[in-house]
């Protein structure tokens, strides 16, 4: 069904046009002529056929050049990441200190439950809300209780400082870059078309062209279509504006035009959200899969193997294409920034292209060259021997992509999406069925994923207990699944992790799923910190959902100012000293490329600088030693640090300075289509801390915060009703025995 939000007559107009392309039979390309090619200006349906031809294609021929991988440039090419290496610590107390702790005045400030509690598990989390870290400290400053500083507290204003930095160095730089490269591809592109001498590579460069030029318009209003292309182009464009799911005029096959919808920050500029499509309709991928893929072999499936060879045409002419319009410079500062921040779910990129491309036509290839099928195949068959942009989907789609779309990949999609049905058969358990399961004709099935998932996947015990316990594992065919996940990812190692953000993200929140030594961390058993670990984890995983926003700043926002000689720093110098290095990487592989604007370089730097010394003091409070002058000074210091990183000079004509609205956030997980039930995540507001930790003088409290999160099945809640919600749901089951009211 149409959006009805438009004129009565551009749904009939677009019922028309699919009607038309939908009974046209395609008509074959002009025959190829000299270099002078004339250009045409028939229909687009005569141009560019809507399908592959039906006739048998020649069978598959493609020899994989031997070795030809090894030729592709070290991973982490946006920027090296430092690695960091930490002996084991043991956090130097002692639970036999508790025994004087009911002398303790400040035990006072809590209920009886709450002083249960933290004498038995040395922490407790209230349920007393704020809408900001920077309030829940303030109002520990008020009780006159030292304040915690959480790794909570820092993982958000880390994830609030780089998106916001992601966000200016697209708005700023790279829309600028994607529309200079575009304009450009398309007078190669026009060129290609012009010197091919057969009719595949003629249809090649001639797709091209319209794809480009349907960038070019997306991003330049005032952009003359090429008289080649009009037809089909203004086709794509009147859809894409339209939206909706139909068959495209360029490539055939239901296209979702849906995606060109822009949101968050891109919709609230005109220029972004001319960024926001045209990037969405340059990533589209590039099919190249053929099936079975052997020499000399007849290929089941004539379409498929056509227009494998039809795109693999495309993509050389492309690599070819921006290497004589001295644009690979240009593509590479796009390119490698987006697939470090978007990530990719196909698995070949322009690097992949140009390696075998090099291997099979040398240093001065031409249109010409792609006349010879054979090579084509060849090239296809090396291509397939080449490992994937990024390694985190064990099954990556067979596909080309010249850029990332604006629309993140995370590096855990194919742990959601291969714990689901059809990859997982029926429901074998006993009654009550389980949150993930769905009710169905031939039973029920496992139609949703648990956002537990993911961690148990990447090795946290707490988390596959929790599944097992609550049934969601008693699925026929869960169990190797599961382990075969658990198997791919374990074998990732630490460079590949680091070739995106959200890699390297869920890289150094691995710190959080690690077994806790059994003698627990302060004064916690390793049981009950783990779980409050594991809350952690939980709402950074969420953060990479969810797109930063930023608003004026409130009049009331309060900075806190604990005592200089009490603070305290949650002890976790891996993570501390994994996030300095992920800092450093974003500044330099954003800086090196002239991508970051003075306030985003600025802060970045202090973010690093913070983290390191985080890293250290982390490690002296491990050790019992005492901290400088300088480090205790910090501490007293830290909020108030993370809250002025955290605000952003003034939008243009706006008095206020600007910092995230609130806490409060909902991301959107996986979706059942045969349902329409859907696995949402969020976190709520902040929650106080109450932990005990050592000093000189003996045991003391001391007050922090935490986010509060939630997993979500049913139906689909929009951001603003969950952010307006007066009643949260229960807490989580890893935190309930750990929660107590004020």
Same mark, same amino acid.
């Given at each position: 069904?149409?959006?009805?939000?438009?004129?009565?007559?551009?749904?009939?107009?677009?019922?028309?046009?699919?009607?038309?392309?939908?009974?046209?039979?395609?008509?074959?390309?002009?025959?190829?002529?000299?270099?002078?090619?004339?250009?045409?200006?028939?229909?687009?349906?005569?141009?560019?056929?809507?399908?592959?031809?039906?006739?048998?294609?020649?069978?598959?021929?493609?020899?994989?050049?031997?070795?030809?991988?090894?030729?592709?440039?070290?991973?982490?090419?946006?920027?090296?990441?430092n690695a960091i290496v930490l002996s084991p610590q043991e956090a130097a107390v002692n639970r036999s200190d508790l025994e004087d702790l009911l002398k303790l005045e400040t035990l006072d400030r809590l209920s009886p439950e709450q002083r249960e509690i933290v004498l038995a598990e040395g922490f407790v989390i209230s349920?007393?809300?704020?809408?900001?870290?920077?309030?829940?400290?303030?109002?520990?400053?008020?009780?006159?209780?030292?304040?915690?500083?959480?790794?909570?507290?820092?993982?958000?204003?880390?994830?609030?400082?780089?998106?916001?930095?992601?966000?200016?160095?697209?708005?700023?730089?790279?829309?600028?870059?994607?529309?200079?490269?575009?304009?450009?591809?398309?007078?190669?592109?026009?060129?290609?078309?012009?010197?091919?001498?057969?009719?595949?590579?003629?249809?090649?460069?001639?797709?091209?062209?319209?794809?480009?030029?349907?960038?070019?318009?997306?991003?330049?209003?005032?952009?003359?279509?090429?008289?080649?292309?009009?037809?089909?182009?203004?086709?794509?464009?009147?859809?894409?504006?339209?939206?909706?799911?139909?068959?495209?005029?360029?490539?055939?096959?239901?296209?979702?035009?849906?995606?060109?919808s822009p949101s968050i920050h891109y919709a609230k500029d005109e220029a972004l959200s001319r960024y926001f499509r045209a990037l969405t309709w340059l990533s589209q991928p590039f099919p190249l899969e053929i099936s079975p893929m052997q020499s000399g072999a007849a290929v089941s499936g004539t379409a498929a193997l056509?227009?494998?060879?039809?795109?693999?045409?495309?993509?050389?002419?492309?690599?070819?294409?921006?290497?004589?319009?001295?644009?690979?410079?240009?593509?590479?500062?796009?390119?490698?920034?987006?697939?470090?921040?978007?990530?990719?779910?196909?698995?070949?990129?322009?690097?992949?292209?140009?390696?075998?491309?090099?291997?099979?036509?040398?240093?001065?290839?031409?249109?010409?060259?792609?006349?010879?099928?054979?090579?084509?195949?060849?090239?296809?068959?090396?291509?397939?021997?080449?490992?994937?942009?990024?390694?985190?989907?064990?099954?990556?789609?067979?596909?080309?992509?010249l850029l990332p779309a604006p629309t993140a990949t995370q590096p855990d999609s194919a742990i959601l999406r291969q714990l689901t049905f059809n990859r997982i058969g029926e429901y074998s358990g006993e009654p009550p069925l389980p949150r993930s399961a769905v009710e169905t004709a031939i039973g029920a099935i496992r139609?949703?994923?648990?956002?537990?998932?993911?961690?148990?996947?990447?090795?946290?015990?707490?988390?596959?207990?929790?599944?097992?316990?609550?049934?969601?594992?008693?699925?026929?065919?869960?169990?190797?699944?599961?382990?075969?996940?658990?198997?791919?990812?374990?074998?990732?190692?630490?460079?590949?992790?680091?070739?995106?953000?959200?890699?390297?993200?869920?890289?150094?929140?691995?710190?959080?799923?690690?077994?806790?030594?059994?003698?627990?961390?302060?004064?916690?058993?390793?049981?009950?910190?783990?779980?409050?670990?594991?809350?952690?984890?939980?709402?950074?995983?969420?953060?990479?959902?969810?797109?930063?926003?930023?608003?004026?700043?409130?009049?009331?926002?309060?900075?806190?100012?604990?005592?200089?000689?009490?603070?305290?720093?949650?002890?976790?110098?891996?993570?501390?000293?994994?996030?300095?290095?992920?800092?450093?990487?974003?500044?330099?592989?954003?800086?090196?490329?002239?991508?970051?604007?003075?306030?985003?370089?600025?802060?970045?730097?202090?973010?690093?600088?913070? @983290?390191?010394?985080?890293?250290?003091? *982390?490690?002296? &409070? %491990?050790? =019992? +030693?005492? $901290? /400088?002058?300088?480090?205790?000074?910090?501490?007293?210091?830290?909020?108030?640090?993370?809250?002025?990183?955290?605000?952003?000079?003034?939008?243009?004509?706006?008095?206020?300075?600007?910092?995230?609205?609130?806490?409060?956030?909902?991301?959107?997980?996986?979706?059942?289509?045969?349902?329409?039930?859907?696995?949402?995540?969020?976190?709520?507001?902040?929650?106080?801390?109450?932990?005990?930790?050592?000093?000189?003088?003996?045991?003391? @409290?001391?007050?922090?915060?935490?986010? *509060?999160?939630? &997993? %979500?099945? =049913? +139906?689909? $809640? /929009?951001?603003?009703?969950?952010?307006?919600?007066?009643?949260?749901?229960?807490?989580?089951?890893?935190?309930?025995?750990?929660?107590?009211?004020?």
């Open positions: 069904m149409l959006p009805t939000n438009h004129s009565a007559s551009a749904p009939f107009f677009i019922w028309l046009l699919l009607a038309a392309l939908a009974c046209a039979i395609p008509a074959p390309l002009p025959e190829p002529r000299s270099a002078t090619r004339p250009i045409a200006t028939s229909s687009a349906a005569g141009l560019i056929p809507t399908q592959v031809p039906t006739s048998p294609a020649p069978a598959f021929s493609g020899d994989p050049v031997t070795g030809a991988a090894a030729q592709l440039s070290p991973l982490n090419p946006f920027a090296p990441f349920t007393r809300s704020f809408d900001s870290f920077a309030a829940a400290y303030a109002y520990g400053s008020q009780q006159k209780l030292p304040a915690f500083i959480t790794t909570d507290t820092i993982l958000d204003a880390f994830q609030i400082v780089v998106d916001i930095t992601w966000q200016r160095s697209e708005g700023q730089f790279l829309a600028a870059d994607l529309m200079a490269l575009s304009h450009a591809m398309v007078a190669v592109s026009q060129q290609q078309w012009e010197e091919a001498e057969d009719d595949s590579t003629a249809q090649a460069a001639q797709r091209n062209l319209a794809f480009f030029a349907v960038g070019s318009r997306l991003l330049d209003p005032q952009f003359t279509l090429p008289p080649l292309v009009s037809s089909v182009a203004s086709d794509e464009l009147t859809l894409i504006e339209q939206g909706g799911r139909f068959i495209s005029p360029l490539f055939g096959g239901q296209y979702d035009y849906n995606r060109f056509s227009n494998a060879r039809l795109t693999a045409r495309q993509a050389l002419l492309i690599a070819w294409g921006l290497q004589e319009s001295n644009n690979l410079s240009r593509w590479e500062r796009i390119f490698q920034p987006a697939l470090y921040f978007n990530g990719a779910a196909v698995a070949w990129g322009l690097p992949q292209v140009q390696v075998a491309a090099n291997a099979l036509y040398g240093d001065n290839p031409s249109p010409a060259d792609l006349a010879n099928e054979a090579i084509v195949d060849d090239f296809l068959a090396t291509i397939h021997t080449m490992p994937p942009l990024l390694t985190f989907d064990p099954a990556p789609q067979p596909a080309f992509m139609g949703l994923p648990r956002t537990l998932d993911v961690p148990a996947a990447l090795g946290s015990s707490l988390a596959q207990n929790l599944v097992a316990e609550a049934g969601d594992d008693d699925y026929d065919g869960y169990t190797l699944q599961f382990q075969e996940l658990q198997q791919h990812y374990a074998a990732i190692e630490q460079q590949a992790w680091t070739t995106s953000f959200d890699g390297a993200w869920l890289y150094a929140l691995q710190s959080l799923l690690t077994e806790i030594p059994e003698d627990g961390v302060l004064y916690a058993p390793s049981d009950a910190w783990q779980a409050r670990q594991f809350n952690t984890w939980h709402a950074a995983w969420i953060a990479l959902r969810h797109e930063t926003e930023l608003a004026p700043r409130p009049v009331t926002a309060v900075a806190t100012s604990p005592d200089v000689s009490q603070g305290y720093l949650e002890p976790q110098p891996l993570l501390y000293g994994r996030l300095a290095s992920l800092a450093d990487q974003i500044l330099d592989g954003l800086g090196s490329r002239g991508l970051l604007d003075e306030e985003s370089a600025s802060k970045l730097l202090q973010l690093e600088r913070l @983290l390191e010394t985080a890293e250290t003091i *982390s490690r002296k &409070e %491990l050790a =019992g +030693e005492p $901290l /400088a002058e300088d480090e205790a000074l910090l501490l007293s210091q830290f909020i108030s640090r993370l809250v002025n990183l955290t605000t952003y000079a003034p939008a243009a004509f706006d008095a206020a300075a600007q910092t995230a609205p609130g806490l409060a956030r909902l991301a959107d997980v996986y979706l059942d289509a045969g349902s329409g039930k859907v696995l949402q995540a969020a976190t709520g507001e902040t929650w106080p801390i109450y932990v005990l930790i050592p000093r000189e003088e003996g045991v003391i @409290l001391t007050m922090g915060a935490i986010f *509060s999160t939630y &997993e %979500l099945h =049913g +139906e689909q $809640l /929009a951001p603003g009703v969950w952010r307006q919600m007066e009643t949260r749901p229960p807490p989580p089951p890893w935190t309930q025995p750990f929660v107590a009211p004020e």
